[in-house]
């Protein structure tokens, strides 16, 4: 089983959704290949942005040490689930995706009860809206989530 999660650039929301996942999952006992990946290719080769790098080690996680890259085509042809932070994320997947992918997509807060159907926002531009303390507790709340439906039978 593979999980990716997804945001715009990755230098923010979907590599702190990866660190988190890849604590909880361990922790929880999952055997689950983690990563993350972008929309975009506007920020690919970039680190992870230093306020997300901050946040989440003000909180006891670190951010992988990668650069950031685009969602490839090979990205859809894993067993597992390609997690949006947005319904803008999914519908960008769902676009990408063929008839016969083996990954499936999801947004994550669709995981998170009481919080279906809410986007993470983007904390690089919704400052005052939410921020990466804001992003990184919603993150939470899906990954916990996540980790619960993983955990249940089929």
Not at 106 to 123: K, M, N, Q, T
Not at 126 to 141: C, K, N, P, Y
């Amino acid at each position: 089983m593979r999980v990716c999660f997804v945001c715009t650039g990755n230098i923010c929301r979907s590599p702190t959704a990866e660190a988190v996942f890849r604590l909880r999952a361990a922790a929880a006992g999952l055997a689950v290949d983690v990563d993350s990946c972008g929309i975009s290719d506007e920020e690919r080769g970039n680190p992870p942005d230093p306020r997300a790098i901050a946040e989440a080690a003000r909180r006891g996680v670190i951010l992988p040490k990668r650069r950031a890259r685009q969602i490839r085509a090979r990205d859809f042809d894993v067993p597992g689930l390609l997690v949006g932070m947005t319904a803008a994320h999914v519908r960008a997947l769902q676009l990408r995706r063929a008839a016969d992918a083996a990954a499936s997509v999801h947004l994550l807060l669709d995981f998170a009860p009481g919080l279906e159907g809410r986007d993470v926002l983007d904390p690089w531009f919704e400052i005052g809206r939410s921020d990466f303390a804001d992003a990184f507790e919603l993150i939470e709340h899906g990954v916990d989530g996540l980790i619960r439906h993983l955990q249940s039978p089929p």
